[in-house]
Nanobody, 122 residues
């Protein structure tokens, strides 16, 4: 059972990135998938989550209107589309899975990906 986060990189302010969270060993459509991020010297914080019934939960006010989350069940993958990126979005982004419902509580997730670095810089 594994989650693999990918899609990070270097982007200019105002740019876009699409992060992916791919699962192996289990089927994501029965799971809530949360995206979290951690900047240097800061605690990990929740960004956005999609439940097993495809309800969105935003944990970061600054993500509203800029970030969206979606599933690709055929590829057993969840995407985090990030637009209008700002320097304060720079962090390592992690995806996590738990059955059914979303939560911002990191300890309630069963599986975690390894993280992907997002750098926002001109």
């Amino acid at each position: 059972v594994q989650l693999q986060a990918s899609g990070g990189g270097l982007v200019q302010p105002g740019g876009s990135l699409r992060l992916s969270c791919a699962a192996s060993g289990f089927t994501l459509d029965n799971y809530a998938i949360g995206w979290f991020r951690q900047a240097p010297g800061k605690e990990r914080e929740g960004v956005l989550c999609i439940s097993s019934s495809d309800d969105d939960a935003y944990y970061l006010d600054s993500a509203k209107g800029r970030f969206t989350i979606s599933r690709d069940n055929a590829k057993n993958t969840v995407h985090l589309q990030m637009n209008s990126l700002k320097r304060e979005d720079m962090a390592v982004y992690y995806c996590a899975a738990r059955q059914s419902t979303c939560t911002v509580v990191t300890g309630w997730y069963d599986y975690w990906g390894q993280g992907t670095q997002v750098t926002v810089s001109s």
